[in-house]
């Protein structure tokens, strides 16, 4: 087994039932300008319901892989992808990240007017014979979790001095871009000296992401994306907590106030199933820097930008053309 000598993070953790707004702001913005991670506790999803969706995710990675390639993503991004589909860090992997997934989306109808967006529209689904309940905890998941995100929002919006439902607006997560993806690690030895991650180094597009894991290691962080040689750190699960980190949006809306951070997933040669939750504002949220986060000696360091246009380019440059498939199945 490949050892890698690594620090593990010390992290603040976020109690989201703690009455002491103030202590929460606190923690959270010295996180945010810290690490850009932190943990969320008391979030109001039960350990028994978490228990449920990580044995309906492994039902769905049990599957045979024919059967999951039935569910193959389209090009709304639902459903499954293949082992080795992403590519995160090309600079750095000879080949795509070793894991498997599966998105699920914000849930349209193909005949309503917003399902021509990119990003919404009908999910795709496990037949209900071969997974019985799958979708229905799929979707009470989805919607628990935005709640949670809308939470954390909140104290996000405090730490940048903004009023505390600038993000609750139905611009920003009142019509959420919001993403649920299960994701199975099977097993292999990373090895980042030959080019071999579970998933490579990236920072994430968004908002904020919330991150369930199972017991097994392997999530790291570099705080510092520009240091030779860069500095990894551990961060360890933590039973019944979430790991938050914020994406490049919150970067950009707050002139880099708040930073992104670089992150990765390392394989032990344990099995590692994990549960990522993408919550993004609306599509046509013009995202623009924050008027707390700008003066005459700061000015905005990005132009403004439609959400929808963002995404669609970053998730574009991350995943394998979906034509790759169609000759395979030739």
């Given amino acids: 087994m490949v050892k890698h000598n690594t620090q593990t993070s010390l992290l603040n953790c976020i109690d989201l039932s703690n009455h002491d707004i103030n202590q929460s702001v606190n923690l959270l913005k010295q996180a945010c300008l810290d690490s850009g991670f932190f943990y969320v506790v008391n ?15 492994k039902k769905f990675f049990s599957l045979p ?16 992808t293949p082992v080795l589909d992403e590519l995160l860090d090309p600079e750095n992997q000879v080949h795509g990240d070793y894991k498997e997934g599966y998105y699920i989306g914000v849930e349209v109808s193909e005949d309503d007017p917003e399902s021509q967006k990119p990003f919404y529209g009908p999910n795709r689904w496990p037949a209900s014979d071969i997974l019985p309940g799958w979708k229905e905890a799929m979707e009470k998941y989805h919607h628990q979790a935005l709640e949670v995100g809308k939470a954390v929002g909140r104290i996000i919006a405090l730490a940048l001095d903004l009023d505390a439902k600038f993000f609750d607006g139905p611009e920003m997560l009142g019509e959420a871009i919001a993403t649920l993806r299960l994701l199975h690690y099977e097993g292999q030895t990373s090895d980042p000296s030959k080019g071999l991650y579970g998933a490579g ?13 199972d017991n097994v290691s392997g999530l790291q962080i570099c705080k510092d994306r520009d240091a030779k040689p860069q500095i990894w750190e551990d961060v360890a699960p933590l039973k ?33 199933y994990s549960i990522a939750y ?53």
């Fill in 43 to 57: 979030h109001g999803i039960s350990q028994e319901f978490m228990d449920e969706v990580f044995a309906q995710s």
């Fill in 65 to 80: 892989q024919k059967e999951k390639m039935k569910l193959l993503r389209n090009e709304k991004h639902r459903g499954y």
């Fill in 201 to 213: 180094a990236h920072t994430d597009y968004g908002l904020i992401t919330l991150l369930a894991t």
């Fill in 240 to 272: 019944g907590a979430f790991i938050v980190n914020i994406g490049d949006m919150l970067e950009r809306w707050s002139n880099c106030v708040f930073k992104s951070t670089l992150h990765r997933v390392l394989g032990n040669g344990q099995e590692r």
């Fill in 278 to 330: 993408f919550i993004e504002p609306s599509h046509d949220c013009l995202v623009e820097c924050l008027p707390t986060c700008k003066s005459d000696s700061n000015p905005p360091k990005f132009p403004p930008i439609v959400c929808g246009d963002y995404l669609t380019r970053r998730y574009n440059d991350t995943h394998a053309d979906l034509n790759v498939y169609k000759k395979q199945q030739v």
